[in-house]
C-alpha cells in the first residue's frame, strides 16, 4: 500500500538481551500514513508476554502430567510385578508339593498379604485366592483344581461322551447344550435348537465358530445364547466373594437370585485345559493292555496281577476288541480262545477267562495300566478326567448322573488315606458305586490326580492403593510348571481388602 507509513521508534525492552531486540533497536516501517505510539508497543509486548507465559504453564502443565503418568505407571507395573509373583509362587509350591492338596487349596501362610518388597504401609505384596466353595462371603488363599471341572472340549475330542453330562450342568436348557454341542463338533449339522455356521453368518458382525475344541471357556460367550450371567454367574467382579449388588435380585447389576448364595456360574465347573500325563502315580510309564506286552511289561504284570490277568489280554487281543478304558476290565469274565492253551480238549476253542482284576486289586490296575493317550508336546497324554478327589459337588453329579453319589463321595474322600487317594478305585472301595457295572459308566471320565491349577493373584501397595489383579491357569504336567492362560482383571475392582484400607 503506497503511502502508508508506520514508524515504531525508540523501543526499549528492560533486559534487552535474548528473546527481544537489543534496546537501542529502532525499527522503521515506512510508506504508511498511520504512526502508532508507545501505547500500542506496551500492548503487543503485553501479548507476546501472555503468550510465552501461557505456553510456559502449559509446558509446565505438560511436564507435571507426565511425571504422574511416569509415577502411575511405575506404580502399576510394580503391582502388576507383584501379582506376578504371586503366580510364580503358586507355580513353585504346586511343582515342590504336587500331591498337597491342603496346602495348595487352602494355605494363608503362603498366599496371603506375601510381601515381595519394602515392608509396612510402603510394601508391595500378593495375595493368591479363589472362590472359597464352603462360603460364598469369604475367599480362600490358594489354587483352584482345573482337573475338578468338567472339560467341555470332551465333545470335541471324544465325540462319544454323554451328552448328559452337559444337561446336568445346564439343566432347563437344552437350547444351550444343543448350540454349545454344534459348536464344538467338527460337522455342519444343526441339531434341533442348536446352531451352527449359518447361524452366525447372519449375525451383524458374522464370525467363525470353532467346530472344534475351545481355547478357554471364556469362548462361551461367542457361542449362541450364552451370556456372561450364565458363564460367570452372578460374580460380576469375578472375585470369587458376594457383594451386596450381587445378592439384591435385579435391583442392582447383575442380576441374581438373591439367595445369600453366589453362582459363580460355568467357570466354575468347567474347564478346556486339563489333561494329565499317562503314567503311574510314581511317574513310569503305563502298561497299555490293547497292544503287545513286551517281556518286561510281562513281567511287571504277573509281579503286579494274577497270572490270568496276562493270559485275558494276550485272548482279548487276539480277537481285535480293543478296550476304551481300564476300568471294563473290573469283575469281566469272557469266553475266548486261550493262545497259551496246550490241552487237546480245549486249544483253540472259547473258553471263560477272567481278567483277575477286582476291587481288591482296581487301585493297582487303574494305576499300572492303560489303554492309550494322545501326544501333546512329545508326551502321552490323557485329556478331560475329572479329579474325584476335588471335584465340587455338582460336577460329581453331572459325571455320576446322580446328585446321591455325588454327596456320599465328597463325604467319603474326606477320610481316605494317601495311599486310597491315588487313584479313584476308593469309589467303589468305599460303597460311592454300588456295583462294578456303575463304576465302568464313570472309569473314563475320572482320575485323581490334577496337574493344572486357577488362581487370581493381587499384587498392591497398602500407602498407594494401587494394586493390580491377575487370573492365571498354571499347567504342572511338563518338566516344567507354566502359565498357559493369563487375564488381567483389575479393571474390575479391588477384589480384596488389603490390610489397613477400606474397598472401594
Ligand atoms: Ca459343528
Ligand atoms: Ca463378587
Ligand atoms: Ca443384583
Ligand atoms: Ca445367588
Same mark, same amino acid.
Given at each position: 500500500?503506497?503511502?502508508?507509513?508506520?514508524?515504531?521508534?525508540?523501543?526499549?525492552?528492560?533486559?534487552?538481551?535474548?528473546?527481544?531486540?537489543?534496546?537501542?533497536?529502532?525499527?522503521?516501517?515506512?510508506?504508511?500514513?498511520?504512526?502508532?505510539?508507545?501505547?500500542?508497543?506496551?500492548?503487543?509486548?503485553?501479548?507476546?508476554?501472555?503468550?510465552?507465559?501461557?505456553?510456559?504453564?502449559?509446558?509446565?502443565?505438560?511436564?507435571?502430567?507426565?511425571?504422574?503418568?511416569?509415577?502411575?505407571?511405575?506404580?502399576?507395573?510394580?503391582?502388576?510385578?507383584?501379582?506376578?509373583?504371586?503366580?510364580?509362587?503358586?507355580?513353585?509350591?504346586?511343582?515342590?508339593?504336587?500331591?498337597?492338596?491342603?496346602?495348595?487349596?487352602?494355605?494363608?501362610?503362603?498366599?496371603?498379604?506375601?510381601?515381595?518388597?519394602?515392608?509396612?504401609?510402603?510394601?508391595?505384596?500378593?495375595?493368591? $485366592?479363589? =472362590? /472359597?466353595? *464352603?462360603?460364598?462371603? %469369604?475367599? !480362600?488363599?490358594?489354587?483352584?483344581?482345573?482337573?475338578?471341572?468338567?472339560? #467341555?472340549?470332551?465333545?470335541?475330542?471324544?465325540?462319544?461322551?454323554?451328552?448328559?453330562?452337559?444337561?446336568?450342568?445346564?439343566?432347563?436348557?437344552?437350547?444351550?447344550?444343543?448350540?454349545?454341542?454344534?459348536?464344538?463338533?467338527?460337522?455342519?449339522?444343526?441339531?434341533?435348537?442348536?446352531?451352527?455356521?449359518?447361524?452366525?453368518?447372519?449375525?451383524?458382525?458374522?464370525?467363525?465358530?470353532?467346530?472344534?475344541?475351545?481355547?478357554?471357556?471364556?469362548?462361551?460367550?461367542?457361542?449362541?445364547?450364552?451370556?456372561?450371567?450364565?458363564?460367570?454367574?452372578?460374580?460380576?467382579?469375578?472375585?470369587?466373594?458376594?457383594?451386596?449388588?450381587?445378592?439384591?435380585?435385579?435391583?442392582?447389576?447383575?442380576?441374581?437370585?438373591?439367595?445369600?448364595?453366589?453362582?459363580?456360574?460355568?467357570?466354575?465347573?468347567?474347564?478346556?485345559?486339563? $489333561?494329565? =500325563? /499317562?503314567? *503311574?502315580?510314581?511317574? %513310569?510309564? !503305563?502298561?497299555?493292555?490293547?497292544?503287545?506286552?513286551?517281556?518286561?511289561? #510281562?513281567?511287571?504284570?504277573?509281579?503286579?496281577?494274577?497270572?490270568?490277568?496276562?493270559?485275558?489280554?494276550?485272548?482279548?487281543?487276539?480277537?481285535?476288541?480293543?478296550?476304551?478304558?481300564?476300568?471294563?476290565?473290573?469283575?469281566?469274565?469272557?469266553?475266548?480262545?486261550?493262545?497259551?492253551?496246550?490241552?487237546?480238549?480245549?486249544?483253540?476253542?472259547?473258553?471263560?477267562?477272567?481278567?483277575?482284576?477286582?476291587?481288591?486289586?482296581?487301585?493297582?490296575?487303574?494305576?499300572?495300566?492303560?489303554?492309550?493317550?494322545?501326544?501333546?508336546?512329545?508326551?502321552?497324554?490323557?485329556?478331560?478326567?475329572?479329579?474325584?478327589?476335588?471335584?465340587?459337588?455338582?460336577?460329581?453329579?453331572?459325571?455320576?448322573?446322580?446328585?446321591?453319589?455325588?454327596?456320599?463321595?465328597?463325604?467319603?474322600?474326606?477320610?481316605?488315606?494317601?495311599?486310597?487317594?491315588?487313584?479313584?478305585?476308593?469309589?467303589?472301595?468305599?460303597?460311592?458305586?454300588?456295583?462294578?457295572?456303575?463304576?465302568?459308566?464313570?472309569?473314563?471320565?475320572?482320575?485323581?490326580?490334577?496337574?493344572?491349577?486357577?488362581?487370581?493373584?493381587?499384587?498392591?501397595?497398602?500407602?498407594?492403593?494401587?494394586?493390580?489383579?491377575?487370573?492365571?491357569?498354571?499347567?504342572?504336567?511338563?518338566?516344567?510348571?507354566?502359565?498357559?492362560?493369563?487375564?488381567?482383571?483389575?479393571?474390575?475392582?479391588?477384589?480384596?481388602?488389603?490390610?489397613?484400607?477400606?474397598?472401594?
Amino acid at each position: 500500500m503506497k503511502n502508508c507509513e508506520i514508524r515504531i521508534s525508540n523501543f526499549e525492552v528492560a533486559g534487552g538481551a535474548g528473546w527481544c531486540a537489543p534496546a537501542s533497536s529502532q525499527f522503521e516501517f515506512r510508506n504508511s500514513k498511520f504512526e502508532t505510539g508507545r501505547g500500542f508497543v506496551l500492548i503487543v509486548v503485553l501479548v507476546v508476554v501472555s503468550l510465552l507465559s501461557l505456553l510456559a504453564v502449559t509446558q509446565m502443565l505438560i511436564t507435571r502430567s507426565e511425571s504422574a503418568a511416569s509415577v502411575a505407571s511405575v506404580g502399576g507395573q510394580q503391582a502388576r510385578a507383584a501379582a506376578y509373583s504371586g503366580i510364580v509362587r503358586a507355580m513353585a509350591l504346586l511343582k515342590q508339593s504336587p500331591n498337597d492338596l491342603a496346602g495348595r487349596s487352602d494355605n494363608p501362610q503362603v498366599f496371603q498379604d506375601q510381601c515381595v518388597s519394602g515392608s509396612g504401609a510402603d510394601g508391595w505384596y500378593f495375595s493368591v $485366592y479363589s =472362590p /472359597n466353595p *464352603d462360603d460364598s462371603r %469369604q475367599v !480362600r488363599y490358594g489354587v483352584e483344581d482345573e482337573n475338578g471341572k468338567f472339560n #467341555l472340549n470332551l465333545y470335541a475330542l471324544v465325540p462319544a461322551t454323554p451328552p448328559g453330562m452337559l444337561t446336568a450342568l445346564l439343566p432347563d436348557r437344552p437350547d444351550l447344550v444343543d448350540c454349545l454341542l454344534d459348536y464344538l463338533d467338527a460337522d455342519s449339522n444343526a441339531r434341533p435348537q442348536g446352531a451352527e455356521q449359518e447361524y452366525y453368518d447372519g449375525l451383524p458382525q458374522p464370525y467363525h465358530i470353532k467346530n472344534g475344541p475351545l481355547t478357554s471357556v471364556d469362548e462361551l460367550l461367542l457361542v449362541k445364547g450364552f451370556t456372561g450371567q450364565i458363564v460367570y454367574g452372578e460374580d460380576a467382579n469375578r472375585n470369587g466373594t458376594l457383594e451386596p449388588n450381587e445378592d439384591d435380585g435385579d435391583a442392582s447389576f447383575p442380576p441374581d437370585n438373591g439367595d445369600g448364595e453366589l453362582d459363580c456360574g460355568l467357570v466354575a465347573c468347567t474347564t478346556t485345559l486339563s $489333561y494329565e =500325563p /499317562n503314567t *503311574d502315580f510314581a511317574g %513310569q510309564g !503305563r502298561i497299555n493292555i490293547n497292544t503287545p506286552i513286551s517281556a518286561s511289561d #510281562l513281567q511287571s504284570l504277573n509281579n503286579d496281577f494274577p497270572p490270568e490277568t496276562a493270559k485275558f489280554l494276550a485272548a482279548r487281543r487276539a480277537v481285535n476288541r480293543p478296550f476304551k478304558d481300564v476300568s471294563e476290565l473290573l469283575d469281566l469274565q469272557e469266553n475266548l480262545v486261550d493262545p497259551s492253551d496246550t490241552n487237546p480238549q480245549t486249544k483253540g476253542k472259547p473258553i471263560p477267562l477272567a481278567s483277575g482284576i477286582t476291587a481288591s486289586n482296581l487301585a493297582k490296575a487303574l494305576d499300572r495300566l492303560t489303554t492309550g493317550g494322545v501326544k501333546i508336546a512329545g508326551q502321552e497324554m490323557l485329556l478331560g478326567r475329572v479329579n474325584v478327589n476335588s471335584a465340587p459337588a455338582k460336577v460329581l453329579a453331572a459325571i455320576f448322573g446322580d446328585a446321591q453319589a455325588a454327596q456320599k463321595a465328597i463325604d467319603e474322600r474326606a477320610g481316605l488315606s494317601a495311599d486310597e487317594a491315588q487313584t479313584p478305585a476308593w469309589l467303589l472301595t468305599h460303597q460311592v458305586m454300588a456295583s462294578s457295572g456303575a463304576f465302568k459308566v464313570v472309569g473314563p471320565y475320572i482320575t485323581a490326580r490334577s496337574f493344572q491349577f486357577r488362581l487370581r493373584s493381587m499384587g498392591y501397595n497398602p500407602a498407594s492403593g494401587r494394586y493390580c489383579v491377575l487370573e492365571a491357569v498354571i499347567d504342572t504336567a511338563g518338566p516344567t510348571a507354566r502359565v498357559v492362560y493369563l487375564r488381567d482383571l483389575t479393571g474390575l475392582g479391588v477384589p480384596l481388602v488389603p490390610p489397613g484400607r477400606e474397598k472401594s
